[in-house]
């Protein structure tokens, strides 16, 4: 399974924006990028995913290397309520067999400061 | 829409006896898949269904089982339970393949093995 590389902990300024890194060199032709976020005693939320162009929606945008090796999620002003522990995840297509669920990493921290 | 539920909420067991939790997708939703979250392991992926074929298992011993139904809840179980099975289960559903859609996440099933 290919695997991602993300800092464990990162600060930031609310009504900043927030670029949370993540790395995967191994990353396949066909895997997907998916970014979840899970807020203390909840469970994870869905925050984005792209496969090759860089994509936007509501809560973020996600910019992808032209090489795929790495990932960047954008928090365009952050706020309190966006402190969390954000997954990247990389998802494989269904191959008829072995785990090809999304394999969570241990995430990033992010610490909002008012 | 209602969101993803799972039952019951919280459950203490002891070691030696069995569990089943029960989680209902998202109305429409065919794939459900079901994750273990502890804080040594973070989260990791047990397996996943789709319209009532396990597609994907995780690196779990076969004391942990699961299935889906025709109405796509699914029920997971876990037989001779061990102090280590004490974690948050969670559940997960997606109206198409996950693969490249997102994943609407329950509140999960707290587990509790003495």
């Known amino acids: 399974d290919a695997k991602t590389t993300q800092p464990n902990s990162m600060e930031s300024n609310e009504e900043e924006p927030v670029h949370l890194p993540c790395n995967h060199s191994?990353?396949?032709?066909?895997?997907?990028i998916h970014w979840y976020r899970q807020l203390p005693s909840q469970g994870p939320e869905y925050v984005i995913h792209?496969?090759?162009s860089n994509v936007n929606n509501r809560m973020a945008s996600l910019a992808i290397a032209e090489d795929r090796k790495s990932s960047t999620l954008i928090l365009h002003r952050a706020t309190l309520r966006d402190a969390a522990v954000y997954y990247c995840i990389l998802r494989s297509p269904y191959s008829g067999g072995g785990a090809d669920g999304l394999t969570f990493g241990k995430g990033t921290h992010l610490i909002i400061q008012p | 829409k209602a969101g993803v539920t799972q039952t019951p909420r919280y459950l203490i067991k002891t070691r030696g006896q069995q569990v089943t939790l029960s989680c209902s997708p998202i109305?429409?939703?065919?794939?459900v898949s079901w994750y273990q979250q502890t804080p040594g392991q973070g989260l990791q992926f047990l397996f996943e269904y789709f319209s009532e074929t396990q597609r994907n298992k995780g690196n779990f011993p076969g004391r942990f089982s699961g299935r889906q139904f025709s109405n796509s809840r699914s029920e997971m179980n876990v037989s001779t339970l061990e102090l280590g099975d004490s974690a948050l289960y969670l559940c997960?559903?997606?109206?198409?393949?996950?693969?490249?859609?997102?994943?609407?996440f329950g509140p999960g099933t707290r587990l509790t093995v003495l």
């Open positions: 191994t990353i396949s032709g066909t895997d997907y």
């Open positions: 997960a559903s997606s109206d198409r393949d996950p693969y490249y859609n997102e994943q609407f």
């Open positions: 109305s429409g939703h065919r794939s």
């Open positions: 792209g496969l090759t």
